[in-house]
Structures are given as C-alpha cells and as structure tokens.
C-alpha cells in the first residue's frame, strides 16, 4: 500500500522561502521517480518538478530557477526547496511516485503579505 506524507508547508511573505518534505512507504522508492504537483483554488492540478531515480529533474518553467527537488533514498523522502516564493505559488502541494495513482493529503503553502 502506496503511502505519502507531505510536510513543511505554510504561510510566507513574497520573496521567502519554503522547503517541503514527502515521506514514502509501500514503493521501493529508490527505483521510483517521484514528482511535486500542486493545486490551487479553481485550477487543475499541474506538475511542479520530477525527479528521476537517478537524480535527473526537470521543472516546469514557471517555477524553473526557483524550486529545486531532491531525493534522499537513504531516507525515503523526496524534498521540494522553494525560494523567492510569489503570490501565485500558493496552492496546496502534493507529492506522487510517478508510476502510482496514490495521493497524499497534501501541505498547504500560502504566499502573502
């Protein structure tokens, strides 16, 4: 049973930074690639950033230069370090082992002055 647990979200003002945290159970993590999705209210949920099982990522290009994923396989978790945070990342943020269908509850992120 496929299970993700995201942390590490809140409230920030423009410009700050936030680093998520998603913890995996039920995959063999260090095969999987593993990607940040995000949701915010009235839109579709949008693929932030991938990462491979072996450390090659990519980004969308709205987030490209800001956000940056990473993965400790030691650990299980795949991390999301989010920097100069703008008003329109605020969403709620998920992660997903790209070859599952399962969701975690997700961590809310809020950018706002």
């Known amino acids: 049973q496929v299970r993700l647990v995201e942390s590490g979200g809140g409230l920030v003002q423009p410009g700050g930074s936030l680093r998520l945290s998603c913890a995996a159970s039920g995959i063999i993590f260090s095969r999987d690639a593993m990607g940040w999705f995000r949701q915010a209210p009235g839109r579709r949920r949008e693929l932030v950033a991938s990462?491979?099982?072996?450390?090659?990522?990519n980004y969308a290009d709205s987030v490209k230069g800001r956000f940056t994923i990473s993965r400790d396989n030691a650990k299980n978790t795949v991390y999301l370090q989010m920097n100069s945070l703008k008003p329109e990342d605020t969403a709620v943020y998920y992660c997903k082992a790209l070859i599952y269908a399962s969701w975690g509850q997700g961590t809310q992120v809020t950018v706002s002055s």
């Open positions: 990462i491979t099982n072996v450390g090659m990522t």
